[in-house]
């Protein structure tokens, strides 16, 4: 499949292999260029946010661990707390904790059934790539864990910030699955559908959180994590995603890395660091994952 960018639109465009890519194509150009949108991520964490939020004593810093879980409402909830209604001082957050403590509990409530809402109203058209979905937000959950972990040993990139990043760097994946259901013939082709999210995700990603307002240090970040430096450690918020994507223990379901080439991309990534040092973020990660879970299934 080949690409061609278009600078007048900003918008890149894919010239695809067949009537089938070059329909979907096109209707995903006049949705980006709206600017307003509304996708699924993970119904599980939809559903549970959903009855966290219903229970009118939760504590701040729980409701920010649940809503952490749900890439699209976390971008969201970021471009409320930094609209000009809240952010009066001019000072952006870039994590969802600050956010909360922004807006408050109240609102955050309000955004959040409204997002969950919508979400859980797409289910029936989102089943036929639930599978998928639910690997792909597993994935980014596991690089959101160490994300976080990585930056807990640094000073200069926030672990919430960190943690937040890890949730959204495959945002566009989540956003071109929920389309997916309106090209059944598509879903036919498994192949060509990875091939055609593959080609996509990137620019879907950025224009998604772009539009949603995502803070520039998460959006640049994630255009550049496939850039990494190679210091440790890492010094930058798109190495730490670069490393916490290489080590992440359940695989992207669209990743076209076989097993050996990805722990050979893991053993690359963190040459030259201290096994110790690897094997206690690697620990540090399962413990974030293992919480998130256990909230979920509480």
């Known amino acids: 499949m080949t690409a061609t960018a278009s600078l007048d ?9 067949t009537d089938r890519c070059a329909k979907f194509a096109a209707d995903l150009e006049r949705e980006l260029a709206s600017g307003e949108f509304v996708f699924p991520t993970s119904m599980q964490a ?5 009855r966290a939020l219903d229970e009118e004593d939760a504590s701040t810093s729980t409701v920010a661990r649940i809503i952490n879980l749900e890439p699209l409402l976390s971008v969201k909830m970021l471009r409320m707390a930094n609209s000009a209604f809240f952010n009066t001082s001019g000072s952006e957050v870039t994590d969802v904790h600050r956010a909360l403590m922004r807006v ?9 059934l409204a997002v969950i809402g919508d979400q859980m109203a797409t289910a029936t ?10 690997q792909l937000w597993r994935h980014t959950l596991d690089v959101a864990s160490l994300a976080y972990a990585i930056a807990l040993q640094l000073n ?3 672990p919430d910030t960190a943690l937040l990043a890890g949730m959204v760097h495959d945002i566009g994946q989540f956003f071109l699955l929920a389309r997916v259901h309106a090209y059944p013939e598509l879903l036919q082709e498994q192949d ?10 990137k620019q879907v990603g950025q224009q998604v959180l772009k539009a949603l307002g995502t803070p520039d240090l998460i959006v640049h970040a994630l255009d550049e994590q496939e850039n990494p430096s190679g210091v440790w450690p890492p010094n930058t918020l798109s190495d730490v995603i670069y490393l916490a994507n290489s080590a992440a223990g359940t695989p992207n379901p669209f990743s076209t890395l076989s097993l050996e080439m990805q722990i050979l991309q893991r053993q690359d990534a963190f040459a030259g660091v201290d096994r110790e040092v690897v094997n206690h973020l690697l620990d540090e990660a ?3 994952r293992a919480a998130a879970m256990s909230m979920l299934t509480a």
């Not at 639109?9 to 292999?17: A, L, N, S």
């Open 9 to 17: 639109t900003g918008i890149d465009k894919i010239t695809p292999t």
């Open 46 to 50: 939809a559903v549970k946010i959903r």
């Open 104 to 112: 408050g509990i109240n609102n955050a409530r309000i955004l959040a």
């Open 125 to 134: 058209e989102f089943a036929p790539v639930w599978r998928l979905a639910e």
């Open 156 to 158: 200069g990139v926030s």
């Open 192 to 201: 060509e559908m990875s091939e055609f999210i593959l080609s996509w995700q």
């Open 286 to 288: 399962r413990v974030q």
